[in-house]
């Protein structure tokens, strides 16, 4: 299957000790959890730690969608009306273009009925404000492009991987020095083109495999 980029959060919210995100509505209390995850076991074993600290909440609904497709999803509206919490959750989530990711909701019953509607739309605004505060990386699939030159050419090839804005891995250093790039698929053919006549024809190629690179978004 083709790596395609995708966008997840990071770690897991709260962290360190920091208040899960709260949002209060007719004396209702709606705390969201949030956390990166790759696998259903590790949702369900995180998800009964958050239901462990908030023993006393009557709901606590989840979503999560996973894969580098997005193409597993599940919600649970953990006794809330049918449709009216694990979906939003889920929503949210989708909305965002978001995977890789669960995402929890504690309600704390504040004695006033919010109706059908009124618990979608807490869920989801609860959901997202989890989702809006979570640190976000876009993953983003590398061509590994391995590099090997003479000594006396690294310092204009390092200098060519620094203005270039090229990222790399851990050089080998022998007889030569070879250094791995991490390269856009669709750019390897240009880097060595412009590599090549950098070092006159002196630089020798070999592609590796593709590996996602989390890229930070602001």
């Known amino acids: 299957m083709t790596m395609e980029i995708y966008t997840t959060i990071t770690g897991e919210i709260p962290n360190g000790g920091v208040s899960p995100v709260l949002y209060e509505i007719q004396r209702s209390r709606f705390l969201a959890y949030a956390i990166h995850a790759e696998d259903e076991n590790e949702v369900r074993a995180w998800l009964q730690t958050v239901k462990k600290e908030h023993y006393e909440a009557r709901h606590v609904p989840y979503a999560m969608v996973l894969g580098e497709h997005s193409d597993r999803q599940r919600s649970s509206d953990d006794g809330e009306p049918g449709g009216t919490?694990?979906?939003?959750?889920?929503?949210?989530?989708?909305?965002?273009?978001?995977?890789?990711?669960?995402?929890?909701?504690?309600?704390?019953?504040?004695?006033i009925k919010l109706g059908a509607g009124g618990?979608?739309?807490?869920?989801?605004?609860?959901?997202?404000?989890?989702?809006?505060?979570?640190?976000?990386?876009?993953?983003?699939p590398l061509q590994t492009m391995y590099v090997q030159i003479d000594y006396d050419l690294l310092a204009p090839v390092e200098r060519y991987i620094r203005d270039a804005g090229l990222l790399t891995e851990e050089a080998a250093y022998a007889d030569r020095v070879t250094l791995p790039l991490l390269v856009p698929a669709a750019d390897t053919e240009l880097h060595q083109r412009a590599l090549t006549d950098l070092t006159a024809g002196r630089a020798q190629y070999r592609l590796g495999g593709q590996k996602y690179v989390a890229v930070p978004l602001a």
């Open 85 to 111: 919490a694990g979906s939003p959750i889920l929503e949210a989530i989708k909305a965002r273009s978001i995977t890789n990711a669960a995402v929890a909701v504690v309600r704390y019953f504040g004695g």
């Open 119 to 140: 618990l979608i739309r807490a869920y989801a605004h609860t959901a997202g404000l989890g989702l809006d505060a979570a640190t976000k990386v876009r993953m983003t």
